[in-house]
């Protein structure tokens, strides 16, 4: 079923790297006006959120490599 188990092994690390960055915090102010990409915010009105950055990027990582640790059976 998986093609490169390393692959898939960075994935799950990746994944979870995410979303361990996206848990929110109890004393964590609201974010009012904020450009939000899939429910994570890239932008508020201080500026960039890096963190929501490095979230967003590490998510599309984390995709590109369990894409790559499939199969491609057709």
């Given at each position: 079923m998986f093609k490169?188990?390393?692959?898939?092994y960075l994935f799950i690390i990746f994944?979870?790297?995410?979303?361990?960055?996206n848990i929110p915090f109890p004393n964590k102010t609201l974010?009012?006006?904020?450009?939000?990409?899939?429910n994570i915010p890239i932008k508020?009105?201080?500026?960039?959120?890096y963190?929501?950055?490095t979230s967003f990027l590490l998510l599309i990582a984390s995709?590109?490599?369990?894409v790559k640790s499939l199969n491609k059976d057709l």
């Open positions: 490169n188990k390393t692959f898939l994944f979870f790297a995410s979303i361990a960055l974010y009012r006006e904020t450009v939000i990409l899939l508020t009105l201080n500026g960039l959120n963190v929501g950055i995709l590109y490599f369990l």
